[in-house]
């Protein structure tokens, strides 16, 4: 049986990115680029997030 070859116009390489580097990074690093990217850190996210949870819980017990 005779097989068909194909030729492509396109690169066949496989391309990935990635949005940051985020490896071997201290915390203080990861601050730096959250305030440059004007992103927030994930801990600053975090203390909002559950200072709504504290206040919703504290409006459903009284």
């Known amino acids: 049986m ?3 070859t194909y030729k492509s ?3 066949t390489a496989s391309k990935v990115s990635e ?3 985020a490896y071997a990074q201290s915390e203080t690093e990861r601050e ?3 305030s ?3 992103r927030m850190s994930v801990e600053e996210y975090f203390g909002k997030v559950w200072t ?3 206040k919703k819980y ?3 017990q009284g």
Do not use: C, Q, R, Y
């Open 2 to 4: 005779a097989t068909k």
């Open 9 to 11: 116009g396109k690169s």
């Open 19 to 21: 949005p940051m580097p």
């Open 32 to 34: 730096l680029v959250a």
């Open 36 to 38: 440059k990217t004007g």
């Open 52 to 54: 709504e949870v504290l």
């Open 58 to 60: 504290e409006n459903i």
